[in-house]
């Protein structure tokens, strides 16, 4: 593994300055204005990682970066200029500001000076919106990060490590197969109990994932007999390599810190980034940025479930969007939580007492949202999953089935979607082009399900662009209404882009295979068509749908 959580202030200005003010930072903070006063973490994915530099236990990979469309920071910008017109930073409420005073209080990290990190500083000081931005992402994880931190008694830099590692973006993905805040590829994920399943990915779970990095960190801090620098290192390239620099320098009779080692061109540049960004929230005038107050405490709640229970219908429960809700539990990859946990969600404090009234209230009937499907003849459990969007593995489990054997006249309980595909899109996110309808003409041998994986959409989807029911069998000859591009998904799809660099031995149909996407996939992003080789070196587009990946990683 390269890599392996809004508070109003006081201003002591007149309402309509205070007015303006917040309007400029919860629009900096890429916050819809009704949405003021709960979690709304996301701008478009584009904008995220041209400030991070991560990657994954693979040395040989280094992680793609971004940059904001200038035309997205204009508006930000402009905003942000008005409230500085407004307020200065000492003007608002210093209780407000505690936490960035704290982690400046708990910063140990020596190496400011050096000229890795003085370059870094200056690529971030030239572009300022970028670095606030991205800070302001991660306002729902900071104090929760930092508690942990604290807590392990670790340098309080580590709270930053997520700016380069993902943006703050719980949905980020790496073409290492890297994922969530803290990058966790596939394996590593599950050497610290990461489940990723078909509902469900770990390395996304803002909880689970923290406990995890700080475990790692641990590990690779005492394994490095306390030195920082090599520890996060270790982080970025792995331990192998960083003790492989070690002894190659020992042996010359080199010195064997971190500023001597000969490491990876993507390590090199990862402990300075993260020293650069910690000077810059040390001292944020100096360079031009404004941080916006945080609180010193997490502004959400670990809220218990009792059980599964869908998340259209817990977002009505807690009286949020659905969208605010997966922005604070990313993990889950469904309509649903897992049926076999964590039996818990995070929710803004201020509506962690609504949400938990109404669920005591709520009949546990309708948790969930039940089709009873009648077993026809010639019926597998294969064909009734494609049917409803759903795993053999959930049919068995629900049903509770010994075998894939199941007769004909008998009925099984199907979970699906409470609510309308759409109100499950947690934030579309894509760097595609937009959506155009075409009419496709059904094939023998076709399937709702084998349609929707061809065009990139979902069976939910192709069922409500066509007013199908659920269980609907189609026919050769019939037509569909198609929308080639969408991102929709019942469980909240997350699409980001990736630059992945074809290795010797590499195909279309195993990279296809590496990201869960198709061979027909790849080589329309790519311009393909009639290419039968690729060459090693050559670089290739894949639109990863980060909730699919963590079944893809099984493979």
Not at 148 to 156: I, K
Not at 298 to 318: E, N, R, S, W
Not at 423 to 439: H, V
Request: net charge positive.
């Amino acid at each position: 593994m390269r890599s392996i959580g809004g508070h109003n202030s006081d201003l002591h200005h007149s309402p309509d300055s205070t007015t303006v003010f917040t309007i400029a930072r919860w629009f900096s903070a890429g916050r819809p204005i009704h949405f003021m006063k709960t979690f709304h973490t996301t701008l478009a994915a584009s904008s995220f990682l041209l400030l991070s530099g991560c990657a994954t236990l693979d040395s040989g990979n280094t992680r793609q970066t971004h940059t904001i469309p200038a035309s997205e920071l204009l508006e930000v910008d402009t905003l942000q200029a008005t409230a500085a017109g407004i307020a200065s930073e000492t003007s608002l409420d210093p209780v407000k500001q505690d936490f960035w005073e704290q982690l400046r209080q708990g910063m140990q990290l020596q190496g400011s000076q050096q000229q890795a990190v003085r370059k870094q500083i200056r690529i971030y000081s030239r572009i300022p919106s970028q670095v606030e931005e991205i800070l302001q992402r991660g306002e729902p994880y900071l104090a929760y990060i930092h508690q942990q931190v604290m807590q392990r008694g670790f340098p309080a830099e580590i709270t930053l490590l997520p700016f380069v590692e993902s943006g703050y973006d719980p949905f980020a993905y790496s073409h290492g197969r890297a994922a969530g805040l803290w990058q966790f590829i596939p394996g590593t994920g599950k050497q610290y109990d990461l489940k990723q399943d078909w509902w469900y990915d770990g390395r996304r779970d803002i909880i689970a994932s923290t406990t995890a990095a700080m475990d790692h960190l641990d590990k690779l801090q005492q394994e490095f007999d306390g030195d920082w620098l090599l520890a996060l290192a270790a982080y970025n390239s792995g331990s192998g390599t960083v003790r492989k620099a070690i002894r190659k320098n020992r042996e010359a009779g080199r010195p064997t810190n971190f500023w001597h080692l000969a490491l990876p061109g993507e390590t090199s540049a990862y402990v300075p980034r993260l020293l650069a960004i910690s000077a810059i929230v040390r001292q944020p005038q100096q360079y031009g940025i404004t941080l916006l107050p945080i609180g010193e405490t997490p502004d959400f709640t670990v809220v218990k479930t009792g059980g599964q229970l869908d998340i259209g219908i817990a977002a009505g429960l807690a009286d949020l969007e659905v969208d605010e809700l997966y922005a604070l539990n990313p993990a889950f990859n469904r309509w649903a939580t897992h049926p076999d946990g964590p039996h818990r969600l995070l929710l803004p404090t201020e509506k962690a007492g609504t949400f938990q009234a109404n669920l005591d209230a709520l009949p546990d009937s309708q948790r969930m949202k039940w089709v009873r499907h009648k077993v026809r003849s010639g019926d597998t459990l294969s064909h009734i999953a494609q049917r409803y969007d759903t795993t053999v593995n959930v049919l068995r489990q629900t049903n509770d089935l010994g075998s894939n054997n199941i007769r004909s006249g008998t009925h099984l309980l199907v979970p699906v979607a409470a609510q309308d595909a759409s109100r499950y899109a947690a934030l579309e996110r894509s760097a595609r082009p937009a959506s155009r309808s075409i009419t496709y003409k059904v094939k023998g041998g076709d399937s709702l399900w084998t349609i929707a994986r061809n065009h990139n959409v979902t069976v939910a989807q192709v069922t409500q662009w066509n007013g199908l029911k659920n269980g609907t069998v189609i026919k050769p000859g019939q037509k569909l209404v198609l929308r080639e591009g969408s991102i929709t998904a019942s469980g909240g799809k997350q699409v980001r882009t990736v630059r992945y660099t074809v290795r010797k031995g590499d195909s279309l149909y195993l990279i296809s295979r590496k990201f869960n996407v198709s061979v027909t996939e790849l080589r329309s992003w790519n311009g393909l068509a009639g290419k039968k080789y690729l060459q090693p070196g050559q670089r290739l587009k894949v639109h990863v749908d980060v909730t699919q990946q963590s079944v893809a990683s099984r493979g």
